[in-house]
């Protein structure tokens, strides 16, 4: 017994003392890796494969997860030809009753978005599709179009800029120019009905990252679409998922070649937001609006196409105290993009990059060469909105450009003063 208990200490010795060497070893090796850093960390292969490394840890993680890395969205598009399921209960978002005063606020670029919740947001959607006369004119059921909207809801991501608020500002000026231009008048329902629901759709399920670093991330959007406009063909992608399914189908009564020229206009109207389009599609409606004619379908798609565009970059229509806090969203949502491109070495756009870009650097331009010369073409169709709409961008541009001036002479001060007090220690 005396021998077996020796044995056995002799053995846990052994053991001690293996590890002890176990211990020594890792140390030695760790010192050594520590050298190497040192020396070799800052070498151009080293940091390369570093990057090589971190991408194929996350497309591990992602395969694991089964999820996306790049854009992951809820509607995933499965190979099997298997449809999402979606909520088949009446949706329980309550149901407002719009003040006489809250529905002529509606009507107008002043109405202050900020202070609504997403269901009264909700329920201010309803009463637009309602009072246009579009609920009636494709016999929508009233449960089906609570149900489309709030899985329109559901679908738009918490990014700082491109949320279900910003899809809720671009349909309710779109409402606004709707009523302001009597365009009930002079189009047709059907084509109200594709503008309505395209502005509500428009960016679907956005991640908050745009077409410039899809496609030099090479990211799966970018390479399902072929490079050409990944985002703009993803929302319409999501848009129509959510159409596909019966309980949210608002276009369920619909005959099928109707059905089908309707599909066609939203996804031309939705594609139509890719701002690297911008120039062309303005280009074509100033050919056309000199001599613009309503019974002519192609211009009254060219129209409808730069209607939408008028809508979604249409925050600076708005007051000063409605429109800047979306420049801020905008400016945060370029943050993170650029941020991101610097650690995985892709380009980055200066009016993206947080240490180039300021508030009034990033909105003066955009006024003045992009804003301004779109709405002022669309005042010669309908010169009411001038007073409305183009006055108050005229405005924004002198409110930004007066910040400027403040923000330049605040910097040349600065510079005054360092260099005083750098002469100062020198004469010192």
Known sequence: ?????????????????????????????????EKRVELEGLK?????????????????MTSRGGGRANCPCRYNFPDDGKKPNA????PSYPKYTLSRETIEALKKPTFDVWHWEHNEMLSCLE?????????KEFN????????????????????????????????????????????QEKLTLTDLGVLMTAAVCHDLDHPGYNNTYQINARTELAVRYNDISPLENHHC????????????????NVEPEAYKQIRQAIITLILATDMARHGEILDSFKHKVDNFDFTNEEHV????????????????????????????????????????????????????????????????????????????TIMKLFPQIEEIMVQ???????????????????????????????????SV
Request: glycine share 2%; hydrophobic share 40%.
């Open 140 to 183: 929508m059921n009233p449960i089906t179009l609570k149900r489309w909207l709030l899985a329109i809801q559901e679908n738009y991501r918490n990014n700082p800029f491109h949320n279900f608020r910003h899809c809720f500002c671009v349909s309710q000026v779109m409402y606004g120019m709707i009523n302001l231009c009597n365009l």
């Open 44 to 60: 151009v292969v080293e940091i390369e494969k570093c990057k090589k490394d971190l991408r194929k840890l996350r497309d591990e």
């Open 301 to 376: 798609i060219c129209l409808k196409m730069v209607l939408i565009k008028c809508c979604d970059i249409s925050n600076e229509v708005r007051p000063t105290e409605v429109a800047e806090p979306w420049v801020d969203c905008l400016l945060e949502e370029y943050f993170m993009q650029s941020d991101r491109e610097k650690c995985e070495g892709l380009p980055v756009a200066p009016f993206m990059d947080r240490d180039k870009v300021t508030k009034p650097t990033a909105q003066i331009g955009f006024i003045k060469f992009v804003l301004i010369p779109m709405f002022e």
């Open 87 to 90: 909520r088949r209960d009446v």
């Open 237 to 252: 992608a999501v848009a129509f998922q959510i159409l596909s399914l019966p309980e949210c189908n608002i276009f369920a």
């Open 392 to 426: 108050p961008l005229r405005d924004s541009r002198d409110h930004y450009e007066e910040l400027k001036q403040i923000d330049d002479a605040m910097t040349e001060g600065s510079h005054f003063l360092m260099r005083f007090q750098s002469g100062k220690r020198l």
């Open 127 to 135: 009463y637009m599709f309602q009072d246009l006369g579009l609920v």
């Open 1 to 33: 017994m005396f021998q077996n208990v020796l044995s056995q200490v002799a053995e846990q010795f052994s053991k001690a003392f293996r590890i002890n060497e176990l211990k020594t070893e890792v140390t030695n090796r760790l010192a050594m890796l």
